[in-house]
């Protein structure tokens, strides 16, 4: 299992983008949390490799049709919290 924690940045709040996240979190079978946070949105995601890998293809891609990402930070994380399905805070 991976465990990423990604920033995202660009015009991703006020457009869906956290609802087309967890949407695409749960296409993708990836546990975790996505939030808004001052001008990007935070995501902690856990799945197996090839999942995660197009869940994050996914969302850096525009999960939102009206987002617009114009960067994002990516890092393994070690999360000690066991997530049981994908949340928006």
């Known amino acids: 299992m991976k ?3 990604l920033q ?3 015009t991703v709040q006020g457009v869906g983008f956290r609802y087309y996240t967890q949407r695409l979190a749960i296409k ?3 546990k ?3 939030q808004n946070v001052d001008d990007y949105v935070e995501i902690y995601a856990i799945g197996n490799d ?3 890998d197009q869940f994050i293809n ?4 525009g999960a939102s049709p009206a987002s617009h990402v114009t960067h994002y930070e990516l890092e393994e994380t070690n999360l000690s919290e066991d997530f049981t399905d994908f949340k928006s805070i």
């Open 32 to 34: 975790g949390t996505v």
């Open 58 to 61: 996914a969302v850096i891609n």
């Open 8 to 10: 995202v940045f660009g």
């Open 50 to 52: 090839d999942n995660i």
């Open 3 to 5: 465990q990423k924690h």
């Open 28 to 30: 993708y079978h990836v």
